[in-house]
Structure formats: structure tokens, C-alpha cells
């Protein structure tokens, strides 16, 4: 559905029964809130699952650049105060997680637990962020072709690629799909962010997981986040960036054992 928050209209898929205990799930950058297909039958079991579509991403409103994580976990809050929910639990992959680090330092009181996937208090450089932004806006929508051509080897291990083309063709089809505002405007997000120094300030539990060969974000930087946080524990996965595609089952059942 479409949902109408004080901060624009989101496109939001919720499971699971009303009185169930909240949790939202909130995508990484270039993909929509069907990522989570693998987890909606086990995770809507025990919670009132609510996914959405990032800012600029999918069916959610696109505004002009540049965003900021600021914004993107106010979006979260909008959502919530929409659904009026309170206290929710929160798992967020890659920019999702990192949007989930905001909002544990800025908005802990709003959370119960924070699960941290393939993430990291600061993803890549200013000038590698501006870069992709700058070259997409000029490309429009052949720049995000170009970009979702060369995804695979960000995403996921080689042995994944040829064992599960199919997997891997869809969340291609979804990259190049996606505006090419929405996309940079959130690669500006992502530029202009460093929670390194509000990770300290974190105190909802919070579970790490980290993908063996995740190029993108890696281990050490979920063994850097976990030194900083109060009460964090790392796990890691054998896959690369989108661990809950790539090891579906582990990445559930790690999730449901935190919560």
C-alpha cells in the first residue's frame, strides 16, 4: 500500500498479525522492500512485519537530492508516528543498516532492538559517493543499466552468481529500475555520513551481521561498529554484500534467535 506520512507518501508492505510485536525492515541502496521475500513467511510467524520502500527506491516518493541519513531515519519515524506504533524493532541491510544506526543514537527510545546487516558507521568516500551520483545523473536511466551490469560482483560471492542466476537477474532487473534522482540523492546520503562518533551513544541491544566475503562493507567493520556499542554481538555469514538472499535461512534464523 501506500502510506501518507508527515513526510510524504511510502510505499509499505506490512505481514503478520496486528498485536504482533513491530518490526521494520529497511532495504539496501538500489533494491525495494521485495529483498525481504526470503524472511516474510518465517519472520511474519512472531511479528507484525513492516517493510518499505527507501526514500527515492520502488513506489516511495522521489524528491530532489541530496538526501541525508538524517532525513532517511526521520522517514523511519514518519512511518511509524503514520502506523502509529511507538516502539518497533528495526533490521536494516547495508544503507538500511546504516539508516538503522541513526536511529539508534538519535531515536533509541523508538527501538527495541536494532539488527545492523552488511553495513558500517562510514561506507565508502565522499569522493567514490559524488562520483556515482555525478555520473547517474548524467546517464539517467542507461547509468543505472551500466550499474546494475556490474552488480553481481558487489553483491555476491561467484559461486552464488552461477548457482542462482535467477536470484541474481532479479535483484538486477530491480537496480536498473530504480529513478536515477532517488538512487543518487541517496548515494549523496551515504557520502556526506559518519555515525563513527555516535556509535558510542547506541544503547538498544544491536546485532551485527557481517558476510565473510562482503567486499562492500566488511567484517572488520562490524567488529569496529561491535567495539563502540554498548551491547552489540557480530555475526558472520559465508556470503557477500546481500546476505539475507545469498544465505536465506541462516540470515533468518540468526535474526529470530537475536530478537
Not at 535467477?166 to 541517496?186: D, M, R, S
Not at 555520513?193 to 562490524?222: C, H, N, Q
Amino acid at each position: 500500500m501506500v502510506l501518507n506520512t508527515a513526510r510524504g507518501p511510502f510505499r509499505v508492505a506490512i505481514d503478520g498479525e496486528a498485536g504482533a510485536a513491530p518490526l521494520v525492515l529497511s532495504n539496501s541502496l538500489g533494491t525495494t522492500l521485495e529483498m525481504w521475500a526470503p524472511q516474510v513467511e518465517e519472520l511474519s510467524k512472531s511479528y507484525r512485519l513492516i517493510r518499505y520502500d527507501t526514500r527515492g527506491h520502488g513506489g516511495s516518493v522521489v524528491t530532489p537530492g541530496p538526501y541525508s541519513v538524517d532525513g532517511l531515519g526521520q522517514d523511519v519515524l514518519a512511518i511509524l508516528d503514520a502506523l502509529q506504533i511507538p516502539i518497533a524493532s528495526f533490521c536494516g541491510l547495508s544503507m538500511g543498516g546504516h539508516t538503522g544506526l541513526w536511529l539508534g543514537a538519535h531515536a533509541g527510545k523508538r527501538l527495541k532492538s536494532l539488527v545492523v546487516c552488511n553495513s558500517a558507521a562510514r561506507i565508502g568516500t565522499v569522493q567514490g559517493w559524488k562520483d556515482r551520483a555525478d555520473t547517474l545523473r548524467k546517464g539517467v536511466s542507461l547509468g543505472m543499466q551500466v550499474l546494475a551490469d556490474s552488480a553481481p560482483g558487489r553483491w555476491f560471492t561467484p559461486d552464488f552468481v552461477r548457482a542462482q542466476p535467477g536470484t541474481v537477474q532479479a535483484v538486477q532487473t530491480v537496480l536498473a529500475g530504480i529513478n536515477p534522482e532517488g538512487y543518487a540523492a541517496c548515494c549523496e546520503a551515504l557520502a556526506h555520513s559518519d555515525l563513527r562518533a555516535d556509535l558510542a551513544s547506541i544503547k538498544t541491544p544491536a546485532l551485527l551481521i557481517a558476510g565473510e566475503f562482503d567486499p562492500v562493507t566488511t567484517v572488520a567493520d562490524a567488529h569496529s561498529m561491535q567495539a563502540h556499542i554498548t551491547d552489540a554481538r557480530t555475526v558472520v555469514l559465508p556470503t557477500s554484500h546481500l546476505s539475507n538472499l545469498e544465505a536465506p535461512q541462516a540470515f533468518t534464523r540468526t535474526v529470530l534467535n537475536f530478537l
